[in-house]
């Protein structure tokens, strides 16, 4: 029988490779939230506030590729949250910022949106590794 961890990297990873795809069908979208719900629910297990932060912030994604953007600006407020909490930093906050603006930007809210973009960009000059903070623009620069 899989472990949590097993299952919660399992599914984290499958989720990354529905993000990936650019032609997802009703059943992918749905199976992706299903999995990113089932990766957090295990992190939240036997994780730490890093992973629960990273899970929020892959279902805020999901939700944002899904077209749910109060969903996703729900998540995206909690993954903030644990980086606040527990001063995360580095790139997991400059996505917790990401996922908000993203998650205004589904719901149309243009301020909102600037806002967190602002924000994002600030907290992406403490990313500590360049391929870190080169990845974090490039993503930023999709919304």
Do not use: C, P
């Given at each position: 029988m899989m472990e949590h961890r097993e299952i919660a990297v399992k599914c984290f990873?499958?989720?990354?490779?529905?993000?990936?795809?650019?032609?997802?069908?009703?059943?992918?979208?749905?199976?992706?939230?299903h999995m990113a719900h089932a990766s957090r629910y295990?992190?939240?297990e036997i994780g730490t506030p890093v992973n629960f932060t990273r899970g929020e912030w892959q279902i805020s994604r999901v939700y944002a590729l899904?077209?749910?953007?109060?969903s996703?600006?729900?998540h995206a407020k909690h993954a903030l949250k644990f980086c606040v909490d527990h001063n995360i930093g580095?790139?997991?906050?400059a996505f917790a910022?990401?996922?908000?603006?993203?998650?205004?930007?589904?719901?149309d809210l243009q301020t909102e949106k600037d806002v967190e973009i602002a924000r994002a960009k600030d907290a992406a000059e403490l990313i500590s590794k360049?391929?870190?903070?080169?990845?974090?623009?490039?993503?930023?620069?999709?919304?």
């Open positions: 990873n499958s989720t990354w490779d529905l993000i990936d795809k650019k032609d997802r069908t009703e059943e992918e979208v749905l199976q992706m939230i295990h992190w939240g899904a077209g749910m953007g109060e996703a600006l729900y580095d790139f997991d906050l910022y990401e996922s908000l603006a993203r998650a205004y930007s589904v719901l360049k391929e870190d903070k080169d990845y974090f623009l490039s993503e930023l620069a999709s919304i």
